[in-house]
């Protein structure tokens, strides 16, 4: 039997953290078959373990070392076997929760393939998915999150287009004002509200409704006769 992965493994030093990181490169990168699937898992879940035990002064490098396993990662994420893609999403959310704006260069390696899980068919790999963009813009509150979730919100899956509109909600109640206050962030919840407000589904209406009420309250100054004009026609 295949020993236990530890809840945390602690790296309190760059030669600690490379030597705990070398137990997970081998069998992270294996192809996915029946016979290694679980060691993918298991790998994932000692990653993730590395991640809650290194210290701060550590994170740059750790950043580092997981944008350059990114590929196997989101492998994992888009898996059709349920635990390992749900581990995959325990470790983003670690991650995320961990790195909070240290995130950041991690954004492009992980949201679209999270973004993707939210139109599976499978409610099990929606929710986990959901979960876990949820739990990434809670923690790494980055502005740099808005233009993929702009660019989903015209999907055609359903389930992907509520999803986005939500996390742009989420977005616009937890960032601090000023980073939706750019102009080219701006432009993105409008355009986001122009692309639902619309929508075939009531429930993404309903939830572009709350987006308009929030963004009259945050960007008060882009409220003029010509934007609103924009947004609700």
Known sequence: ????????????SSTLLEYELEHVRHDLSLNETEETWDKI???????EAIAKGTTQDLFPELVSAVKLLARPITNALLSDRSRLSGHAAELVTTLATCFKRAFDPLISAFV????QGCARSNKVFVSKSKACLMAIVEHVQSPLLLPHFRSSVSDKSLSLRLIATELVLA??????????ETVSRAEDIETVI???????SAEVRKCSRSVFEAYKILLPGRLDECVIR???Y
Do not use: E, H, W
């Open 230 to 232: 924009a947004i609700l």
């Open 1 to 12: 039997m295949a020993p236990k992965i530890p809840q945390i493994v602690n790296c309190g």
């Open 41 to 47: 898992a298991r790998a994932v879940q000692y990653l």
């Open 171 to 180: 977005c616009m109640n937890c960032f601090n004002p000023p980073d939706l």
């Open 194 to 200: 122009r692309a639902t407000a619309t929508d075939a």
């Open 112 to 115: 679209p393939s999270l973004l």
